[in-house]
C-alpha cells in the first residue's frame, strides 16, 4: 500500500510539472506573439464625425494615415501622410475684405478679396512615449514636419443695386453684370516645423484600438508669391513663423490596427 501511495504522489507531482510547463510555454508563445505585433496603422476619423454631428465647417480640416513602430512597450516612432483642406472664405470670412469704393442711393461697388479653399499636404516624422498601467494609455511626443502648399486668391469689384421688394436697405447683385477681377495673386510655398501632441488611445478588441490626440502646429513658411494687377506682374518672397490651432483642438480621432 505504500508503495502505491508513492506511486500515486510521483504521478501527480510529474502531472502537475508538466501542466506549469505547459503553460509557462503557453505564456510564453503569448507573450512572443504580443511582441511580434509592433506595426500600427490609423486613419484619422475626425472629418468623417465632424460630418455625422454636424459640428459645421472648421478653419482647416485634417486628413491623415499614420504608421507606428512600437520599438518597445512604452516607445513608439511614427510616420504619417496628411492632407489639410483650407478652408479660408467659406469658415470665416474677413469683414475687412470688403471695401465700398461707391455708394449711391441706388448704386453700390463693393470690392472683395476671394481666397478659395486649397488642400496643404505633407509628411510628419516623429517619436512617441507612452505611459498607462491599464487598458487606457496615454501618449505624447513631437512631429517633425514638412510640408509644401499652392493656393490663388483675387479681389473683384462686385456691382449691387438696391432692391426694396427684399427690404428697405436690402442690396441685390447685379446678375448680368460681370464682376471685374481687378488683381490676382497666386502663392507657392514650404513649411517646416514641430507638431507637439498629446492623446490617449484604448484597444476595442485584440487588434482593434481607438484614439485621439490634441496638438498644435508650429511652422516656418516661405512663401513666392506672384501679384497680377493692371497686366503687371510683381514677384516677391514672404517667410513667416506661425503658431496655430488651425485644424482644431483635438485634431486626430483614429481607428487602429495592430499587426
Known amino acids: 500500500m505504500m508503495k502505491v501511495q508513492i506511486l ?6 510529474v502531472t502537475s510539472a508538466n501542466a506549469q510547463d505547459s503553460t509557462n510555454v503557453q505564456a510564453k508563445r503569448t507573450t512572443l506573439l504580443e511582441q511580434k505585433k509592433r506595426n500600427e496603422i490609423s486613419i484619422n476619423t475626425a472629418p468623417l464625425l465632424r ?8 478653419e482647416a480640416t485634417r486628413f491623415s494615415v499614420t504608421y507606428k ?10 510616420f504619417s501622410v ?4 483650407i478652408n479660408q472664405n467659406s469658415y470665416n470670412p474677413n469683414p475687412w475684405n470688403e471695401t465700398i469704393i461707391l455708394q449711391t442711393d441706388s448704386l453700390l ?5 476671394v481666397s478659395p479653399s486649397y488642400v496643404s ?8 512615449r507612452l505611459f498607462g498601467k491599464h487598458k487606457l494609455k496615454w501618449f ?38 460681370q464682376a471685374d477681377i481687378v488683381s490676382r495673386s497666386k502663392t507657392k510655398g514650404y513649411s517646416i516645423g514641430l507638431s507637439p501632441f498629446f492623446g490617449a488611445k484604448f484597444p476595442i478588441s485584440k487588434r482593434f484600438s481607438v484614439s485621439a490626440q490634441v496638438g498644435a502646429d508650429m511652422t516656418f513658411q ?29 485634431n486626430d480621432i483614429s481607428l487602429i490596427y495592430k499587426f
Open 8 to 13: 500515486l504522489s510521483l504521478f501527480v507531482l
Open 51 to 58: 460630418v455625422l454631428i454636424g459640428s459645421g465647417a472648421s
Open 69 to 78: 513602430r512600437n520599438l518597445t512597450c512604452k516607445s513608439a516612432v511614427r
Open 82 to 85: 496628411m492632407a489639410d483642406l
Open 109 to 113: 461697388i463693393k470690392q472683395t478679396t
Open 121 to 128: 499636404p505633407h509628411v510628419n516624422i516623429g517619436y512617441e
Open 140 to 177: 505624447y511626443g513631437t512631429d517633425l514636419s514638412i510640408g509644401y502648399f499652392k493656393n490663388e486668391s483675387y479681389i473683384q469689384n462686385k456691382t449691387l443695386v438696391r432692391d426694396t421688394a427684399f427690404g428697405q436697405n436690402a442690396w441685390v447683385e447685379v446678375m448680368h453684370i
Open 222 to 250: 516661405n512663401r513666392d508669391i506672384a501679384e497680377t494687377k493692371s497686366g503687371i506682374t510683381k514677384n516677391y518672397r514672404l517667410s513667416t513663423f506661425d503658431f496655430n490651432l488651425n485644424t482644431g483642438i483635438i
